[in-house]
């Protein structure tokens, strides 16, 4: 069976840090791109951090969060600091072979359930 499976979130105060993972079986990760996206009640979903099938590390959200993987593991993860009560939202990790049809027209063959991140006080 195909699938992602998020974890790693939940409620933190601002300025916390929070790391959510994303576990993929039934593929392997190593020849997909990934990225991150989120969608907050109301508002359309945005891409958080993606990365190529040949990149294993990279900074987005003005450095404040890392999106990374671990092909052995077959794991993606998203370091996420320095939180803000506007990152609030479902977090969702998502897998396609073309890096543009995922990190450009925000489609993949394959998406995580979400996973809830709150950040207030």
């Known amino acids: 069976q195909v699938q992602l499976v998020e974890s790693g979130g939940g409620l933190v105060q601002p300025g916390g840090s929070l790391r959510l993972s994303c576990a993929a079986s039934g593929f392997t990760l190593d020849y997909y791109a990934i990225g991150w996206f989120r969608q907050a009640p109301g508002k359309e979903r945005e891409r958080v951090s993606c990365i190529s099938s040949s990149t294993f590390r990279a900074n987005s959200m003005k450095g404040r969060f890392t999106i990374s993987r671990d092909n052995a593991k077959n794991t993606v993860y998203l370091q996420m600091n320095s939180l803000k009560p506007e990152d609030t939202a479902v977090y969702y990790c998502?897998?396609?072979?073309?890096?543009?049809?995922?990190?450009?027209?925000?489609?993949?063959?394959?998406w995580g359930q979400g996973t809830q991140v709150t950040v207030s006080s």
């Open positions: 998502a897998a396609d072979p073309e890096v543009s049809r995922l990190c450009v027209a925000g489609q993949g063959d394959y």
